[in-house]
């Protein structure tokens, strides 16, 4: 089998190999635990879901880290707001993201790394960049990685920092900002007073980590220096992910991930999500609704990961009604278990090492259920071993 899978480094489809023969190590940017998650955040976790199921099928052992984000800006303006501990809130947000990963039958990560776990890890790297004279600590004590010394820095959002606005010279504390932006970023935030609670005393002086300087460090302790693959949505292309690169090559000295992997937008209505247009949906929302949280799976295959796709009631009610259309044609396969089908699984691996096509590969399913010539058995067969990689969870029906 040859995968070939979309490495937004290069921009370019690649074959896909990885560093060790037959391993995959995988790190995937995790939520950030202060609220429920969107269905463009499950938008994300499926495809890094079937990527998984997909490496696993054709033979690799994978090693899956992935955080969970439980200090950063957005944490601490909640914790502010809602008088609650940082713990109490993150806690929460981490076990309802659990139950809704459940429901979605997302097969568990190896590790979720909590990054306030890790504190000690990032202030090593933090200190290497210092020594190395990548950072710099400012009058306040805070320390910023500086990107005009690194000379690949834009390497992954493909631009350069000459071709940028000369003030690139400037100095950001805050994690989210715009390619237009780019400017030095903090490693290590000094306590302020809005910061309340919520800081580590560190050889670093009091304060607390930059949200890009936790993924490098978890990433690093899980999966080593270089691992193959790193994961997550386009909108932490810039800036996490081009930071995270720097630091850690910069620290290192050597490749971070090999391959990236980035999942387009999900739009609802044709529009962005957001709370103010009233278009922004949480899976219970979708439950409330009446659709299954698989319905909602089954309907993401129906576009290409790497394609931007759009959200309605109306097509995700159409995967409702294909899902129980499934459901029950396979039960009533009764109960005998044939073989799997070689014709439909060259086919399903074909398309499925085309960048994860998942749209072909669905199609294979209804072509099974229709065939006369199969028995029931080798379709039964055939659809097990095809829903490893779906997870629509048909074994458990
Ligand atoms: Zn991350």
């Known amino acids: 089998m040859t995968l070939i899978i979309k490495n937004s480094l290069s921009s370019e489809k690649e074959v896909f190999k990885p560093i060790n023969e037959g391993e995959v190590g995988l790190y995937t940017c995790g939520p950030t635990v202060y609220n429920h998650l969107h269905i463009g955040n499950w938008r994300a976790y499926v495809f890094t879901d079937l990527l998984k199921r997909y490496l696993k099928y054709s033979g690799y052992d994978v090693l899956h880290v992935m955080n969970i984000t439980d200090v950063e800006d957005k944490i601490i303006l909640a914790v502010i707001e809602q008088h609650r501990s ?73 631009f350069k920092l000459s071709d940028l606005k000369e003030d690139a010279k400037g100095r950001l504390k805050k994690d989210e900002y715009e390619k237009e932006n780019a400017q030095d970023f903090a490693l290590w935030k000094a306590w302020v007073e809005e910061d309340g609670s919520v800081f580590w005393e560190t050889d670093l002086g009091k304060g607390r980590p930059g949200w890009h300087i936790e993924c490098s460090a978890m990433s690093m302790n899980k999966l080593g220096e ?152 080798e379709k039964k067969a055939t659809l097990l071993d095809f829903d490893k990689i779906f997870g629509f969870g048909l074994d458990s029906l």
Request: aromatic letters at 12%; charged letters at 25%; hydrophobic letters at 35%.
């Open 86 to 158: 940082l713990k109490e809130l993150t806690e929460f947000y981490t076990e309802e993201f659990f139950k809704d990963r459940d429901a979605l039958n997302i097969i568990p990560a190896n590790f979720y790394t909590k990054a306030t776990d890790y504190i000690n890890e990032m202030v090593s790297l933090i200190k290497k960049l210092l020594e190395k004279g990548y950072a710099y600590r400012t009058s306040d004590g805070s320390v910023y990685f500086d990107i005009n010394k690194d000379k690949e820095y834009g390497k992954l959002s493909h």
């Open 226 to 377: 270089s691992f193959d693959i790193h994961t997550g949505g386009v909108d932490n292309i810039f800036p996490h992910h081009e930071n995270e690169i720097a630091q850690s090559e910069c620290a290192t000295g050597k490749m971070f991930a090999k391959y990236f992997m980035h999942n387009e937008h999900l739009l609802v209505d044709g529009k962005k999500m957001s709370k103010s247009l009233g278009n922004f949906y949480t899976l219970e929302d979708l439950i409330n609704k009446g659709i299954d949280p698989i319905a909602f799976r089954l309907w993401l295959y129906t576009s290409n990961y790497s394609t931007r796709t759009n959200f309605t009631f109306e097509a995700v009610n159409g995967a409702q009604t294909a899902l129980e259309r499934l459901r029950k044609a396979y039960l009533d396969l009764g109960n005998d278990i044939g073989t799997v089908n070689t014709g439909y699984k060259t086919r399903l691996i074909e398309y499925m090492d085309d960048n994860l096509n998942t749209a072909r590969a669905l199609s294979l399913v209804w072509e099974i259920l229709k065939n006369k010539e199969l028995s029931p058995a």
